[in-house]
């Protein structure tokens, strides 16, 4: 690739650095549907994340209806459990307005570095994923509520977590609303060095 940027380059690279910044966590959104085709070319290109020793760690599970109804039953079950009814019904209730539901796991390794090296790609896949999408209108948030660590979710998508753990479940959907959100100067968060 050219070391020299001509104009038109700067406009890709602003248009790029606009789309990272303009990715924004949501939580709530439209009725309409998102395309199966959009989810899996999103996870297409999710998987071109840097992977040490391409061990390839990650896994999808896009929900369909039923997976998503037991889903958020099973959120009610657990924050009544751990909670109260009031806020299991609340908690239903606003699971039951997320339109898409996709939960990435990473394998498990005996070996700690390759564990934590397998869990940095696959936060990197998600974050592919989640900018492909954005880019298609479609907004996501990323959890790790106390569903992604029950047993009973697990057996819900056939999943043996002495293999794979979560590292995230992906809402997403078109938004009905962008929040907005600040970062640090870069400033104060970056050293250059002689
Ligand atoms: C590993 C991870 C876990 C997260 N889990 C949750 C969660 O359980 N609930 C939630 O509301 N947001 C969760 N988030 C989203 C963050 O709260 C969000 O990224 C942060 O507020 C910054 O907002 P932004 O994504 O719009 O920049 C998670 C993000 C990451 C990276």
Same mark, same amino acid.
């Given at each position: 690739? %050219?070391?020299?940027?001509?104009?038109?380059?700067?406009?890709?690279?602003?248009?790029?650095?606009?789309?990272?910044?303009?990715?924004?966590?949501?939580?709530?959104?439209?009725?309409?549907?998102?395309?199966?085709?959009?989810?899996?070319?999103?996870?297409?290109?999710?998987?071109?994340?840097?992977?040490?020793?391409?061990?390839?760690?990650?896994?999808?599970?896009?929900?369909?209806?039923?997976?998503?109804?037991?889903?958020?039953?099973?959120?009610?079950?657990?924050?009544?459990?751990?909670?109260?009814?009031?806020?299991?019904?609340?908690?239903?209730?606003?699971?039951?307005?997320?339109?898409?539901?996709?939960?990435?796991?990473?394998?498990?390794?005996?070996?700690?570095?390759?564990?934590?090296?397998?869990?940095?790609?696959?936060?990197?896949?998600?974050?592919?994923?989640?900018?492909?999408?954005?880019?298609?209108?479609?907004? %996501?948030?990323?959890?790790?509520?106390?569903?992604?660590?029950?047993?009973?979710?697990?057996?819900?998508?056939?999943?043996?977590?002495?293999?794979?753990?979560?590292?995230?479940?992906?809402?997403?959907?078109?938004?009905?609303?962008?929040?907005?959100?600040?970062?640090?100067?870069?400033?104060?968060?970056?050293?250059?060095?002689?």
């Amino acid at each position: 690739m %050219s070391e020299v940027h001509s104009e038109n380059d700067s406009r890709y690279l602003q248009a790029l650095a606009e789309r990272i910044r303009a990715r924004r966590t949501t939580k709530l959104f439209l009725k309409r549907a998102v395309s199966k085709s959009l989810v899996r070319d999103a996870v297409e290109v999710a998987r071109w994340a840097p992977n040490h020793h391409l061990t390839e760690p990650w896994h999808f599970y896009s929900f369909g209806k039923q997976t998503i109804a037991k889903s958020i039953e099973l959120i009610r079950d657990i924050a009544a459990e751990t909670k109260d009814e009031k806020l299991a019904e609340f908690k239903a209730e606003s699971a039951a307005k997320i339109p898409g539901w996709l939960l990435v796991t990473c394998r498990k390794s005996g070996d700690e570095l390759r564990q934590q090296e397998d869990y940095a790609s696959c936060c990197c896949a998600i974050q592919n994923l989640t900018l492909y999408l954005s880019e298609a209108g479609v907004a %996501s948030k990323w959890t790790t509520g106390l569903i992604t660590r029950d047993q009973r979710f697990f057996d819900l998508l056939d999943i043996d977590p002495d293999e794979e753990f979560v590292v995230g479940l992906i809402w997403y959907g078109y938004p009905k609303v962008l929040p907005t959100q600040t970062r640090k100067d870069v400033g104060e968060i970056l050293t250059e060095t002689e």
